[in-house]
């Protein structure tokens, strides 16, 4: 939001310089982004009188003007179609910099010298509007610089506003905080009006039937308008506020706008329709043409401004053709209304437009500063358009929307920010926002409806903070208070995961939640899917169901790009629908993925990536959380292939799953190398982690260690035999581990040798030879007899 310096001067008596008060301001949090000098582009331009105009032969575009500039007069090739005899304009001189980089120079155009140019708004950095040239009123100063006679020696400061802070979107909004910032008030426009003895309510009526959707709808009648140009001082104020000036009528519904925050809107008279103005919702595939011509079929979303028939305006968002103000209005019907957010919300992007007025009443208008607002409005009408404005307001208000009350403790308030502020103190800083303050160790504070952010106590106690000054509160030695907030479990969870598996050598994708629909029905047709009702684009039109159509996206989109060597994690959410018909659940994932060759050292080849280091990747979890052994059992899935398809159990709960890609599958996805990829549900597995890790005393005997290597068929499970031996060894086998797999010429066809490293030991006494040789004669005998396992000698 831009407005000018000189602006908030006005409404406050500040006099600090203009980085002072953008400083002040940005740390109070109405952050001020951007100053710029308004006259930026106006040095060695001055007011001229254009005394004669001639054409310049050969050249139909042009003209010869001669400009007076008080002291001397000269000639300045001119191009714009409307310059004229006895106009006041601005001329640039030689050496003038204006808007665009342009300078100004000595040129000879068709045998005749210029050194000066006659200027449009856009040259000036004024406006966009570059239709002709700027023409001055009639009381212009000849000879004065531009920037004198225009006021405009002054800054356009630019506001980065927060989205809860509706109030700031006007000038008195900014002004009140800069004038509680200096313990002064806000000095705001008087409203003085003179009405006429005919009162407002014999010309129009008001019915709101959706008092929902409008609160609350004033109007007022003015007579006899005569519609024209504005005064330069409220241009000036449009201009410097981004918005182009049209009519007077007009230009003062914007005006007030920009100074309340509380947008207006006139209609025609003549052209209503009615006697009546009817708010009510739009009827289905109801038309209506708004101010700019466009067309529009409405539904129930919408809040139509009716005149007991048609549309005449769409409320809160844009006026309707045929009611609009015109050149020959003379009677104006003036509206201030409260609309509902959220209808405005809804409207606006049926409408598929957003405008000045719908963002205001989107973040939340004021309700109860309508009357002051319209009296505004209708008190300029009367000077400047020569307005006849009829007796009160028309003001349908079915149930008044009344300030909050909230109790604030000053020493709740000095606790929190940690200083040490007087109750005394508070009441100013409140007071000097236009909060109501009573009561004496309790403040009763109520709220004006102008700042519906203002909620809690916690908010009060913000408001002070800042308007006293963030920089009065001391700094933080250590992290306790009452806004300390420890860091969350599942927080440090996903913390704790990152810095393993980046330990491992996994890098981290980032993905959004949407994808394509047709791909993640080759992935998982009977998998559920959350359509997106306007997606962005045709392969964007679900939130995904499974991290794993993402994951394989990434690795295609990397290998496309010739990096192929891929060790990838994510961690993120799938969504899936949820028992009602628009609801849907969000689940925790985890996806790993590698695909390509491990990284080439000076010591170490590359190898190609392959289960095992998914495997790996996952036990350094379970051992780190404490989530115990986690086991992979055989499990077929659509995209995995079938020889190398699991599902990781921890315990009896199934938590993911882990495989290798099917190659049909992964080549949808453009993809031809071999992919290991496992998915987990991190629901279960965050509920079981952090668990106390039971202390184990080191041992006090030692390790009778034992290796077998057994000749099993091909189809048995490692797994299998490490479960089978710890079970016949006993409390005695510590440890089982396999460190070595054979299929060769020694070995028949089918089968496989599996070489098993036991370690022994008792906790009460040394053992004996004889003790470990029986208990490893059991495990030979179990495997024996439970796999047929044959005992290699050699």
Same mark, same amino acid.
């Given at each position: 939001?831009?407005?000018?310096?000189?602006?908030?001067?006005?409404?406050?008596?500040?006099?600090?310089?203009?980085?002072?008060?953008?400083?002040?301001?940005?740390?109070?949090?109405?952050?001020?982004?951007?100053?710029?000098?308004?006259?930026?582009?106006?040095?060695?331009?001055?007011?001229?009188?254009?005394?004669?105009?001639?054409?310049?032969?050969?050249?139909?575009?042009?003209?010869?003007?001669?400009?007076?500039?008080?002291?001397?007069?000269?000639?300045?090739?001119?191009?714009?179609?409307?310059?004229?005899?006895?106009?006041?304009?601005?001329?640039?001189?030689?050496?003038?910099?204006?808007?665009?980089?342009?300078?100004?120079?000595?040129?000879?155009?068709?045998?005749?010298?210029?050194?000066?140019?006659?200027?449009?708004?856009?040259?000036?950095?004024?406006?966009?509007?570059?239709?002709?040239?700027?023409?001055?009123?009639?009381?212009?100063?000849?000879?004065?610089?531009?920037?004198?006679?225009?006021?405009?020696?002054?800054?356009?400061?630019?506001?980065?506003?927060?989205?809860?802070?509706?109030?700031?979107?006007?000038?008195?909004?900014?002004?009140?905080?800069?004038?509680?910032?200096?313990?002064?008030?806000?000095?705001?426009?008087?409203?003085?009006?003179?009405?006429?003895?005919?009162?407002?309510?014999?010309?129009?009526?008001?019915?709101?039937?959706?008092?929902?959707?409008?609160?609350?709808?004033?109007?007022?009648?003015?007579?006899?308008?005569?519609?024209?140009?504005?005064?330069?001082?409220?241009?000036?104020?449009?201009?410097?506020?981004?918005?182009?000036?049209?009519?007077?009528?007009?230009?003062?519904?914007?005006?007030?706008?920009?100074?309340?925050?509380?947008?207006?809107?006139?209609?025609?008279?003549?052209?209503?329709?009615?006697?009546?103005?009817?708010?009510?919702?739009?009827?289905?595939?109801?038309?209506?043409?708004?101010?700019?011509?466009?067309?529009?079929?409405?539904?129930?979303?919408?809040?139509?401004?009716?005149?007991?028939?048609?549309?005449?305006?769409?409320?809160?968002?844009?006026?309707?053709?045929?009611?609009?103000?015109?050149?020959?209005?003379?009677?104006?019907?003036?509206?201030?209304?409260?609309?509902?957010?959220?209808?405005?919300?809804?409207?606006?992007?049926?409408?598929?437009?957003?405008?000045?007025?719908?963002?205001?009443?989107?973040?939340?208008?004021?309700?109860?500063?309508?009357?002051?607002?319209?009296?505004?409005?209708?008190?300029?009408?009367?000077?400047?358009?020569?307005?006849?404005?009829?007796?009160?307001?028309?003001?349908?208000?079915?149930?008044?929307?009344?300030?909050?009350?909230?109790?604030?403790?000053?020493?709740?308030?000095?606790?929190?920010?940690?200083?040490?502020?007087?109750?005394?103190?508070?009441?100013?800083?409140?007071?000097?926002?236009?909060?109501?303050?009573?009561?004496?160790?309790?403040?009763?504070?109520?709220?004006?409806?102008?700042?519906?952010?203002?909620?809690?106590?916690?908010?009060?106690?913000?408001?002070?903070?800042?308007?006293?000054?963030?920089?009065?509160?001391?700094?933080?030695?250590?992290?306790?208070?009452?806004?300390? !907030? %420890?860091?969350?479990?599942? $927080? @440090?969870? &996903? /913390?704790?995961?990152?810095?393993? +598996?980046? #330990?491992?050598?996994?890098?981290?994708?980032?993905?959004?939640?949407?994808?394509?629909?047709?791909?993640?029905?080759?992935?998982?047709?009977?998998?559920?899917?959350?359509?997106?009702?306007?997606?962005?684009?045709?392969?964007?039109?679900?939130?995904?169901?499974?991290?794993?159509?993402?994951?394989?996206?990434?690795?295609?989109?990397?290998?496309?790009?010739?990096?192929?060597?891929?060790?990838?994690?994510?961690?993120?959410?799938?969504?899936?629908?949820?028992?009602?018909?628009?609801?849907?659940?969000?689940?925790?994932?985890?996806?790993?993925?590698?695909?390509?060759? !491990? %990284?080439?050292?000076?010591? $170490? @080849?590359? &190898? /190609?990536?392959?289960?095992?280091? +998914?495997? #790996?990747?996952?036990?350094?979890?379970?051992?780190?959380?404490?989530?115990?052994?986690?086991?992979?059992?055989?499990?077929?899935?659509?995209?995995?292939?079938?020889?190398?398809?699991?599902?990781?159990?921890?315990?009896?709960?199934?938590?993911?799953?882990?495989?290798?890609?099917?190659?049909?599958?992964?080549?949808?996805?453009?993809?031809?190398?071999?992919?290991?990829?496992?998915?987990?549900?991190?629901?279960?597995?965050?509920?079981?982690?952090?668990?106390?890790?039971?202390?184990?005393?080191?041992?006090?005997?030692?390790?009778?260690?034992?290796?077998?290597?057994?000749?099993?068929?091909?189809?048995?499970?490692?797994?299998?035999?490490?479960?089978?031996?710890?079970?016949? #060894?006993?409390?005695?086998?510590?440890?089982?581990?396999?460190?070595?797999?054979?299929?060769?010429?020694?070995?028949?066809?089918?089968?496989?040798?599996?070489?098993?490293?036991?370690?022994?030991?008792?906790?009460?006494?040394?053992?004996?030879?004889?003790?470990?040789?029986?208990?490893?004669?059991?495990?030979?005998?179990?495997?024996?007899?439970?796999?047929?396992?044959?005992?290699?000698?050699?």
């Amino acid at each position: 939001m831009d407005l000018s310096y000189k602006w908030l001067k006005e409404l406050t008596g500040v006099d600090w310089p203009v980085e002072e008060m953008g400083e002040r301001l940005t740390l109070s949090g109405t952050a001020c982004e951007y100053i710029r000098a308004a006259d930026a582009h106006m040095d060695r331009v001055v007011v001229g009188e254009v005394t004669d105009v001639q054409p310049v032969e050969g050249a139909s575009k042009i003209k010869l003007a001669t400009v007076n500039l008080g002291k001397t007069k000269m000639d300045v090739i001119c191009g714009a179609p409307n310059v004229d005899v006895g106009q006041t304009v601005p001329v640039a001189l030689e050496g003038a910099r204006l808007a665009g980089d342009m300078v100004i120079k000595k040129v000879k155009i068709r045998g005749i010298e210029s050194s000066a140019m006659i200027c449009s708004e856009r040259e000036l950095g004024i406006s966009d509007d570059h239709s002709g040239i700027m023409v001055l009123e009639d009381d212009a100063r000849v000879g004065v610089p531009l920037a004198e006679q225009l006021d405009y020696n002054d800054y356009i400061m630019t506001f980065e506003l927060t989205p809860n802070r509706a109030d700031s979107m006007s000038a008195i909004g900014i002004a009140r905080d800069l004038a509680a910032l200096a313990s002064t008030k806000v000095i705001k426009p008087a409203t003085d009006l003179k009405e006429s003895s005919q009162k407002a309510d014999s010309k129009i009526k008001v019915r709101i039937e959706d008092p929902v959707g409008c609160p609350r709808y004033a109007a007022r009648i003015i007579r006899n308008v005569k519609i024209g140009p504005s005064p330069w001082w409220m241009k000036k104020k449009l201009l410097m506020s981004g918005v182009r000036p049209i009519s007077n009528i007009v230009d003062i519904t914007n005006l007030v706008m920009l100074e309340t925050g509380h947008p207006l809107h006139a209609f025609d008279l003549e052209r209503f329709g009615s006697d009546e103005v009817v708010v009510r919702r739009a009827a289905d595939k109801e038309k209506f043409v708004t101010l700019d011509g466009a067309e529009h079929t409405l539904s129930s979303q919408v809040l139509l401004i009716t005149n007991g028939k048609t549309g005449v305006a769409a409320g809160g968002i844009m006026g309707g053709l045929d009611s609009e103000v015109e050149s020959s209005t003379t009677d104006i019907l003036l509206e201030a209304a409260y609309f509902d957010p959220v209808v405005i919300r809804r409207g606006r992007k049926e409408l598929g437009m957003v405008t000045e007025s719908s963002m205001r009443f989107e973040k939340g208008a004021d309700p109860n500063g309508i009357p002051y607002a319209i009296n505004r409005a209708a008190s300029l009408m009367q000077q400047l358009c020569g307005g006849e404005v009829l007796a009160g307001i028309v003001d349908c208000y079915p149930e008044e929307i009344k300030p909050k009350q909230i109790s604030l403790r000053p020493a709740r308030c000095n606790y929190v920010l940690g200083v040490h502020l007087s109750e005394e103190r508070m009441k100013e800083v409140l007071t000097g926002l236009e909060f109501r303050v009573s009561g004496k160790g309790t403040l009763e504070t109520e709220v004006p409806t102008f700042r519906p952010d203002i909620t809690r106590e916690i908010d009060l106690i913000e408001e002070i903070a800042r308007i006293d000054g963030y920089d009065k509160i001391p700094d933080a030695t250590a992290n306790i208070g009452p806004l300390f !907030t %420890p860091i969350h479990f599942e $927080d @440090k969870f &996903r /913390s704790d995961v990152r810095r393993l +598996l980046t #330990g491992c050598g996994f890098d981290e994708m980032v993905n959004h939640g949407l994808t394509d629909s047709h791909l993640a029905a080759l992935l998982n047709p009977d998998l559920s899917q959350v359509k997106i009702l306007n997606p962005v684009s045709a392969d964007l039109d679900i939130m995904r169901n499974t991290l794993v159509q993402t994951t394989l996206n990434v690795i295609s989109h990397n290998i496309a790009h010739r990096n192929v060597d891929l060790c990838l994690f994510e961690l993120g959410k799938a969504y899936q629908p949820g028992n009602g018909e628009d609801d849907w659940c969000e689940y925790q994932k985890l996806s790993l993925a590698v695909s390509g060759n !491990t %990284p080439h050292t000076w010591r $170490d @080849k590359p &190898r /190609s990536y392959d289960f095992s280091d +998914l495997a #790996g990747a996952l036990s350094l979890l379970g051992e780190h959380f404490g989530w115990g052994r986690l086991n992979f059992e055989p499990q077929s899935n659509r995209y995995f292939e079938r020889e190398i398809s699991f599902a990781i159990m921890c315990g009896n709960i199934m938590v993911g799953i882990v495989g290798k890609m099917n190659r049909k599958i992964a080549a949808e996805f453009e993809i031809k190398q071999d992919v290991y990829l496992a998915e987990l549900d991190l629901n279960p597995l965050i509920a079981i982690s952090g668990r106390l890790t039971e202390y184990q005393p080191l041992p006090v005997y030692p390790a009778a260690p034992r290796d077998l290597a057994v000749v099993v068929d091909d189809h048995v499970r490692a797994g299998e035999l490490v479960e089978t031996v710890k079970e016949a #060894g006993g409390e005695m086998a510590e440890s089982v581990e396999i460190f070595d797999l054979y299929r060769g010429k020694q070995i028949a066809a089918g089968k496989k040798s599996v070489a098993i490293s036991i370690n022994y030991r008792s906790k009460t006494g040394n053992l004996t030879a004889a003790q470990v040789d029986e208990r490893q004669a059991a495990v030979v005998n179990k495997l024996k007899e439970k796999f047929k396992a044959q005992i290699r000698d050699k």
